[in-house]
């Protein structure tokens, strides 16, 4: 990946590729997740794909990336540690690509490549410029009035945006994570919700909402990352040249660097809890456990345990959390999906979950809502037995093996590598994909037990059926 | 004999090649990328649960497809899970109305990985203890799919639609079908359908075709006295309208989630000329850059989750759309009205011609990911075709069949809507 400054405040992260019939662009604007601006973040992406002064219907826009060999994009909020980023993502087909290494990226016929159909007065253009220009109006050029954004976009939007809040619930299991890790981070910026809240979009006005677009164009710091077939140098000319709200820009907001979650003690006031969630004794003696259930009308109940490390996201402590993680529930072969799901049968889905950022692992399991208590406690008895006992060299090897080959394959999709290149650019991480591997070979039995022995249960969210979760 | 398909277009070469045993082989080679991936798709899924052996009508307990894919991996010493964690891949599996797919995925150790794939999927091990075991596991996964309100609108959906066919019947089963499944029924059930005519095996990533064709010639041994099945689907019976026009549950939901689907007929002469032309005809009049999708929005009725899509198995097809909206009524109105306005004014060229391009470049998509190149094939092999046909279908449709399309299928009485609302 190479890293050029367009301007200030602006970056190119390229990656030069023929392995791929596309070119990826994912353009990055960079903010700090808080309780004040996350709604607001939230809801502009939604208001941006709309439409822009030269594409200013949705048929408009969709059939110019139609045009494009069906080009993607899509507009949404990150969230990634404690930043909101709103993402611009687009993927196209590049034409005329040249054949490489006995494989070809594909070539497009010059009668078969791309048209402008909808604009046949324009002269014809290369596809990466008509997909940045693309890009590159819906981000400058929305559509405006009376010195706010359109009005019935706005309120089309914040309608849009209140459904998928409150659809979160469609998905139990997704939806048990997100409580668990709001109630573990309550007092961190990491609890916010990236998507937002419903009862901040009544005070969201076109006006209000086109302003903080300027104040976000103006002070956020911007990444490109581009994968493909593409002149690095040709596309950074090309950035400078469309994207001129992003040039010139004095006083860029610094986005302060995640850190690890803190531990349950050194959190002080906690805000009282909203009147259907009901907090209950603590599942074992360990009373500094906070437990939450809620009771919805379901069939199957679901379990989700958070954990905090306190460790850093970068170096030892790094390799051997996400080893640890993949050792516990990591896989098919985990000693949760064996002990819990194969050997007791007591549960379909039952995975963990590292997330890097914050030192945290989340655990979570879908069961019978009357045997969640049941599911807890193995939970913790293979906790407990991989901190203290060392895995054998045989199990650490297997984690170490299936790592690597997770790592080997990201560089197959654009999507991962991107992602995978943004967060070690956010820790400031300067360790390429390809020491990972040799990184993690490094991690010992010993240093596992370390790591299980310094995690701590600190959060356990219930969801169960009507009438369970009673309390013992 | 080895046939060899090229295309400049995608860029890629397609090798097929039927080995002695009968089984199937689809290789698609890619230079570059770290991971392989290989399949071996089974002819079977969850709508053979009843079937004709000979004269003999047989019918086994609902979900025994489903069942049989997670019995595979019971293997006698060790699991087969922990069996590729050893060779540092990953496996999975997956049952649908049709197939039966166990796949794995590597970086190194190809051929080994191949030889164990193709070992664990023709060495069955049922006992009367694990079968009860995976019970408890299986009705998990059942509960879990209860609880998503996606699957409960689309389930009613093809309930709505269908009168007899086997779709309806959840890919599981029911708690109750599942807890009568035993040894016995999965071994006769793996001895009719595990059949290498019946079989495939498709590989994706960079590794040497002819070592591939060897293991698997090898490993896989012909089958005598291959049973005769004759697949009973009832699509012959099932009559063009559909069962019930509307259909409305129930849950814990925000917004009214929708599902308006089209049955179609089921006895296309080419079925991927069909599934070309049923693609393009929902996104011109429904899809992103279609007027209803534009007229939709702007009157809230459609959000970003509204999408179309059009499905054809071997034996079914159908249409659908599916969304949130305050007013699915009015989503099912305004589509009808503008299938109405097509049908007689007819579809532009320019649409057609545009849509087309879109079809060809996603379909050109497909091959950036090992993974979605093999899953695509593993749908394919049981259409007995391969993903370079759908291209090619593609390239040769005309204006007119895609508005032949829609006057057969898109019409009056073939369409339900399945509703999910909130209980408050």
């Known amino acids: 990946m190479e890293l050029i400054n367009i301007s200030n405040g602006v970056k190119l992260h390229a990656l030069q590729t023929q392995k791929f019939k596309t070119v990826t662009v994912c353009l990055l604007i960079r903010r700090k997740l808080t309780r004040a601006e996350a709604t607001l973040n939230a809801l502009l992406p939604g208001v941006l794909r709309r439409g822009c002064e030269k594409f200013n219907t949705l048929t408009k826009i969709n059939r110019e990336l139609e045009g494009m060999y069906g080009a993607v994009f899509d507009a949404d909020v990150v969230k990634k540690g404690e930043e909101q980023i709103i993402q611009f993502f687009m993927e196209f087909v590049n ?65 849009n945006l209140k459904t ?91 986005v302060p660097k995640t850190l690890p979650s803190l531990p349950r003690e050194q959190i002080k006031a906690r805000p009282a809890l909203p009147a259907h969630v009901r907090t209950r004794p603590p599942l074992t003696s360990r009373g500094h456990i906070k437990t939450v259930t809620e009771e919805f009308n379901v069939s199957q109940g679901k379990i989700c345990i958070g954990l905090k490390s306190g460790m850093p996201a970068t170096g030892a402590p790094f390799y051997s959390l996400t080893l640890l993680n993949e050792i516990l529930g990591g896989s098919a072969n985990s000693r949760l999906f064996v002990n819990i799901r194969e050997k007791k049968s007591l549960c379909y889905s039952i995975f963990s979950y590292f997330y890097r950022f914050k030192g945290i692992i989340l655990i979570h399991c879908g069961a019978d809502s009357d045997k969640l208590e049941e599911i807890f406690a193995l939970c913790e008895k293979e906790l407990s037995s991989l901190a203290n006992k060392k895995v054998s060299e045989k199990e650490l090897s297997f984690a170490k093996k299936s790592l690597a080959k997770k790592i080997s394959a990201l560089n197959d999709s654009p999507a991962q590598t991107a992602d995978f290149y943004l967060s070690q650019y956010l820790q400031n991480d300067k360790v390429p994909l390809t020491c990972f591997a040799r990184n993690l070979e490094k991690v010992t039995a010993r240093e596992i037990k370390e790591t299980a022995a310094a995690l701590v249960v600190d959060t356990v969210y219930m969801l169960t059926g009507s009438g369970y979760g009673k309390e013992a | 004999m080895e046939s060899v398909k090229t295309n400049e277009f995608l860029g890629e070469n397609l090798h097929t090649k ?28 969850s709508a053979d649960y009843a079937f004709k052996l000979g004269n003999e009508v047989r019918k086994f307990p609902a979900g025994i497809a489903h069942f049989m894919e997670h019995k595979l991996f019971e293997g006698k010493k060790e ?34 990985n191949l030889r164990l794939l193709l070992h664990f999927v023709q060495n069955p091990y049922f006992t009367e203890a694990n079968v009860n075991k995976e019970k408890g596991i299986i009705i998990q996964e059942i509960n879990m799919y209860k609880d998503d309100p996606l699957w409960a609108c689309y389930q009613n959906l093809l309930s709505a639609m269908y009168f007899n066919s086997p779709v309806t019947s959840d890919i599981a089963g029911s708690e109750q079908s599942v807890n009568s499944i035993t040894a016995d029924m999965l071994e006769d059930c793996y001895s009719l359908f595990y059949n290498p005519p019946q079989m495939a095996v498709i590989c994706a990533g960079g590794f040497d075709i002819n070592e591939v064709y060897d293991i698997i010639e090898k490993y896989v041994s012909p089958k005598v006295d291959i049973p005769e099945i004759t697949r009973c689907y009832g699509e012959e019976k099932e009559p063009r309208h559909v069962r019930q026009r509307e259909v409305t549950a129930k849950t814990q939901i925000a917004a009214p989630l929708f599902n308006i689907g089209f049955k179609d007929i089921a006895d296309w002469q080419n079925p991927i000329k069909n599934l070309a032309a049923g693609k393009l005809l929902i996104d011109l009049i429904a899809g992103e850059g279609s007027n209803l999708y534009e007229k939709l929005y702007a009157q809230n009725l459609a959000d970003a989750s509204f999408y179309v899509q059009y499905t054809a198995g071997t034996f079914f097809a159908y249409t659908m759309l599916s969304g949130f909206s305050e007013n699915p009524h009015k989503v099912n109105e305004l589509l009808l009205n503008e299938i109405r306005k097509y049908a007689q004014n007819g579809i532009s060229s320019g649409d057609f011609i545009r849509l087309k391009q879109k079809h060809t470049g996603r379909l050109r998509m497909v091959f950036n990911s090992i993974h979605a190149i093999t899953q695509a094939q593993i749908d394919f092999f049981s259409k007995k075709a391969d993903l370079f046909d759908l291209l090619t279908e593609y390239e040769n449709l005309t204006l007119n069949d895609v508005n032949e399309k829609l006057a057969a299928h898109l019409v009056e009485g073939a369409n339900a809507l399945s509703i999910v609302k909130g209980t408050q």
């Open chain 2, 18 to 45: 039927q080995l002695s045993s009968g089984i199937k082989c689809y290789i698609i080679p890619k230079c570059g990328y770290a991971q392989m991936q290989a399949a071996v798709a089974v002819n079977f899924g």
């Open chain 1, 164 to 254: 998928a809040i409150e659809g979160r619930l469609n998905n139990k299991a997704e939806y048990a994570k997100l409580k668990c890790v709001e109630i573990m981070c309550e007092n961190e910026a990491f609890g916010i919700y990236g998507d937002g809240y419903a009862e901040d979009l009544p005070g969201i006005t076109p006006v209000k909402l086109f302003w903080h677009y300027k104040r976000v164009l103006k002070e956020s710091p911007a990444e490109f990352i581009i994968i493909g077939n593409i002149d690095t140098k040709k596309t950074a000319a090309l950035i400078k040249e469309l994207f001129t709200d992003l040039a010139e820009r004095e006083n860029i907001l610094k």
């Open chain 1, 95 to 159: 034409a005329g690509e040249p054949e490489i290494n006995g494989t070809s990226a594909g070539k497009i016929p010059a009668d078969k490549a791309p048209k402008a159909e909808y604009s046949p007065a324009e002269p014809p253009q290369s596809a990466e410029r008509r997909a940045l220009s693309f890009l590159a109006e819906i981000l400058q050029n929305p559509l405006t009035e009376n010195g706010g954004f359109r009005a019935d976009i706005v309120s089309s939007e914040a309608e």
């Open chain 2, 79 to 112: 699991s087969v899970f922990e069996q590729f964690t050893k060779n540092g891949a990953d496996v999975n599996a997956f049952t649908n109305f049709t197939n039966t797919a166990y796949y794995f995925s590597c970086t190194d150790n190809f051929a080994n």
